[in-house]
Nanobody
């Protein structure tokens, strides 16, 4: 059974940084595409970025490109979202998700992901 557990959220000032972690277990993650999504109050869940576990190739939403990076540690089965130059509009609950069997052209659609973590709150104060 696939389990995803996020951690690392919190409250930071605008311009600051946070690193989120997503600990994964119960699956063959080398075959998965992993994504980060976020959902602000009253808004739809939106794609932030993703990584092909096997190759390390990453994609990002335009809103975070140049500020956020994604990496993974194969030994720990953990994915990271490094968020720099944070803005108040980055405030949301952040989720990690796993897509099977892997990357496809619809990688940005939440409906493509079969497994989700419980989410971690990120709040950016102005």
């Amino acid at each position: 059974q696939v389990q995803l557990v996020e951690s690392g959220g919190g409250l930071v000032q605008a311009g600051g940084s946070l690193r989120l972690s997503c600990a994964a277990s119960g699956g063959t993650f080398s075959t998965y595409y992993m994504g980060w999504f976020r959902q602000a109050p009253g808004k739809e869940r939106e794609f932030v970025g993703g990584i092909t576990w096997s190759s390390g190739n990453t994609y990002f939403a335009d809103s975070v490109k140049g500020r956020f990076t994604i990496s993974r540690d194969n030994a720990k089965n953990t994915m990271y979202l490094q968020m720099n130059s944070l803005k108040p509009e980055d405030t949301a609950v952040y989720y990690c998700a796993a897509k099977v069997p892997g990357f496809s052209r619809n990688y940005y659609r939440a409906s493509e992901y079969a497994y989700w973590g419980q989410g971690t709150q990120v709040t950016i104060s102005s």
